[in-house]
Nanobody
């Protein structure tokens, strides 16, 4: 069982930066794949970035590539999403997710564990 708690959301102006954190419980967290998803009002939840466990690969969605970076610190059981050059269209609730598999996936149905979400609002 993994419990996830996000933090770091807020209101920033376009062009600014935020770093989201996701603190996880669980002794095997280093082997869990993790991901960030987001959901804007009236839209479906979409994949933002994923990172495999056990030192595996990472990926970011084309919509945020070059601006967002996912990273993890297994010694702290924490996953980060560094977001730079933020745009109004990045406004959404951001969710951290984890799955039992070591490999990341870009479908939300692939993840068993979810945080409560953190609001990110970008003003123009």
């Amino acid at each position: 069982q993994v419990q996830l708690v996000e933090s770091g959301g807020g209101l920033v102006q376009a062009g600014g930066s935020l770093r989201l954190s996701c603190a996880a419980s669980g002794n095997t967290f280093s082997r869990n794949a993790v991901a960030w998803f987001r959901q804007a009002p009236g839209k479906e939840r979409e994949f933002v970035a994923g990172a495999s466990g056990a030192g595996g690969g990472k990926s970011t969605a084309n919509s945020v590539k070059g601006r967002f970076t996912i990273s993890r610190d297994n010694s702290k059981n924490t996953v980060y999403l560094q977001m730079n050059n933020l745009k109004p269209e990045d406004t959404a609730v951001y969710y951290c997710a984890a799955r039992s598999s070591v490999f990341w996936a870009d479908r939300d149905r692939s993840y068993e564990y979810w945080g409560q979400g953190t609001q990110v609002t970008i003003s123009s």
